[in-house]
């Protein structure tokens, strides 16, 4: 039996100069979402220096691209949070996680990164649904 795969793409500043997207990739009833950060529909970062702003923009960012594969953020099992200043900012970024429906993923880890790819990025989350 064959699998339907379908691939969902944005790119933003870096994409570019590195061919760096957003993506989405549905793979039968499994979707699997590359790290997401505050950037808008254009690529342009937003909310800068302001965490708990990057991850309301981050988490509205995956919605779109969810809706867009069909599904929604209720159908959410996995999320992975990147945090650049986690000791300072996990409460700013948790409080959008916890009001999404995202809380009601099984398993949501987070990690404190030094550094992303950009020093105007606080936030980026991974998900999958």
Do not use: C
Not at 7 to 22: D, H, I, K
Not at 38 to 51: E, L, P, Q
Not at 90 to 102: D, F, I, Q, R
Request: hydrophobic residues 45%.
């Amino acid at each position: 039996m064959a699998v339907t795969r379908q691939n969902f793409f944005q790119r933003n500043e870096m994409g570019a100069l590195w061919s760096v997207t957003r993506a989405l990739v549905r793979v039968g009833n499994v979707i699997h979402i590359s790290g997401t950060t505050a950037t808008d529909a254009s690529g342009k970062y937003r909310r800068v220096g302001d965490a708990y702003a990057q991850a309301v923009q981050t988490l509205k960012n995956i919605q779109s691209v969810l809706e867009r594969a069909g599904a929604t953020m209720q159908d959410v099992v996995r999320t992975r949070m990147y945090v650049t200043n986690i000791a300072a900012d996990w409460e700013k970024v948790g409080a959008p996680m916890e009001n999404s429906l995202v809380r009601f993923a099984l398993r949501q880890a987070w990690w404190k990164y030094q550094k992303l790819i950009s020093p105007k990025m606080l936030v980026k989350l991974k998900r999958k649904r």
